[in-house]
């Protein structure tokens, strides 16, 4: 039995007033996705362990088995390995977002949907400015900026500390920045003679956001945006850094698992199969976006299935959607995850003599209606040829409730899949 896992970024919602109190997943027309609901089995599972932020590096790795007290160290780290960045074990990695502020508020996450090509150009150009050394005799740079994927970039601090609090952007929209601004975080393990300190950590990340405020309104792209009436690129907000982590990969986890492959637009995923020991596949036109290539990521992961016996698949259309409020837009994305992804995929392997074993499922809710993560219980089907149907008629939040697989934790998914042969 070979087993493929296509996850929504953040698909799964709250009831919406506009649609009658119905979910998204209630709402909208997605008929692969209920024929599987229909024909399989399905269930609720807790993506997000207690004390854990509902962010997707917690989710995703949970729900490949992992257990995040042991292996958590934030999305820095994650990212890092995805773009081909080796951390050093001094290093400290930490996401940064390319935002939009305005009126002393976070408007956007996203920097107004930047283009990687635009945003490797101001990163560059806050590396050749804010870039500089411990000291001028060892010459390492104690901070370094790195270009990853549209908005979400990478910041490196030679012998930074962890333990500070930061606030991710997209739980935060129209709220104003200041106050949310890098704090230490007091433990008895936060300090290390080969670190900074938490303080002098949160200090010198927040010098950076405020020096990237002045470098960028200075910039030509953002000048020619304003001119244009269009959301600026206007700061840096770094956020989820950690050390580099110490994972198994599947293969160890998993007996049943002999390789395997992750199909993803995102670094932060890819940085999890990396670490996970699966192969990482790039689709052409992935955007991590509505207009990401679903047909292309269908044909890949049909591909992977060919020589492996366990693919990944993230798209993450749904997740920015919801953070952006768009209604339509999410609703649209679902539709197109069923139709443009998930039902070329059950059409070719359930034609295949060696059996498939199909999942589905968010990492966490994203609701339209808030816009942020949310780490309540997602919705998950799992289908194969012969597997004996549940009551479940269709898929989404509330009919999974009377799913036969019931409320599960965790690792108890990758383990319930894995024990299917």
């Known amino acids: 039995m070979k087993h493929i896992i296509i996850l929504g970024d953040g ?71 995805s773009i081909g960045y080796e951390m050093a ?21 996203n920097g107004g949907n930047l283009e990687t090509q635009d945003a490797d150009v101001l990163i560059k150009y806050l590396n050749e400015k804010l870039a500089k050394p411990i000291n001028e005799r060892e010459g390492c740079e104690r901070v370094k900026f790195i270009t990853g994927i549209q908005y979400r970039h990478l910041l490196v601090i030679k012998g930074g500390n962890k333990h500070i609090v930061c606030a991710p952007p997209h739980d935060h929209p129209n709220e104003e920045w200041r106050p949310l601004l890098v704090k230490p975080e ?18 010198l990340i927040n010098e950076l956001i405020l020096k990237s405020q002045d470098l960028l309104a200075q910039h030509p792209f953002n000048i020619e945006r304003a001119k244009r009436g269009e959301r600026q690129a206007n700061s840096i907000w770094p956020w989820s850094g950690g050390y580099r982590p110490s994972m198994e990969t599947l293969m160890q986890q998993y007996p049943q698992v002999k390789s395997g492959t992750v199909i993803s637009a995102v670094d932060l995923i890819r940085g999890i199969g990396h670490y996970a ?5 790039e689709v052409e036109g992935a955007t991590g976006l509505a207009d990401t290539n679903y047909e292309g990521k269908a044909q890949a992961a049909i591909e992977a299935l060919k ?45 295949w003599d060696e059996p498939v074993c199909i999942a589905v499922l968010p990492d966490h809710l994203t609701p339209v209606e808030m816009r942020i993560h949310v ?18 008629q269709q898929y989404d939040e509330v009919s999974c409730v009377n799913g036969s697989y019931g409320l599960l934790k965790l690792n108890e998914f ?8």
């Not at 990758?414 to 042969?421: A, D, G, K, Q």
Request: charge should be negative; glycine fraction near 8%; charged fraction near 25%.
């Open 414 to 421: 990758m383990e319930t899949l894995m024990n299917i042969s």
């Open 307 to 351: 020589t492996d016996d366990f693919v990944f698949v993230h798209v993450e259309a749904s997740d920015e959607a919801g953070h952006d409020g768009d209604l339509e837009l999410k609703l649209k994305t679902i539709e197109y995850l069923d139709q443009r992804l998930i039902a070329p995929v059950y059409h070719e392997v359930s034609t």
């Open 186 to 203: 007091a433990t008895e393990n936060s300090y290390s003679v080969n670190r900074l300190s938490p303080q002098e950590t949160a200090d």
């Open 277 to 281: 020991g699966l192969k990482i596949v």
């Open 89 to 109: 074990d001094d290093d400290f990695a930490i996401r940064c977002n390319i935002i939009t502020l305005q009126d002393g508020k976070i408007i956007t996450h």
């Open 11 to 81: 698909m799964a919602d709250l009831p919406v007033e506009r649609l009658g109190g119905k979910t998204l997943l209630q709402y909208t027309h997605k008929p692969m996705m209920d024929q599987l609901a229909k024909e399989g089995r399905c269930g609720r599972l807790i993506t997000v362990p207690e004390g854990f932020p509902p962010g997707s590096e917690v989710a995703n790795t949970a729900i490949l088995g992992y257990d995040l007290n042991k292996v958590y160290e934030g999305r820095g780290p994650l990212e890092a390995a």
């Open 375 to 392: 780490g309540q219980p997602v919705p998950f089907l799992i289908w194969h040829r012969g597997i004996e149907p549940d009551s479940v």
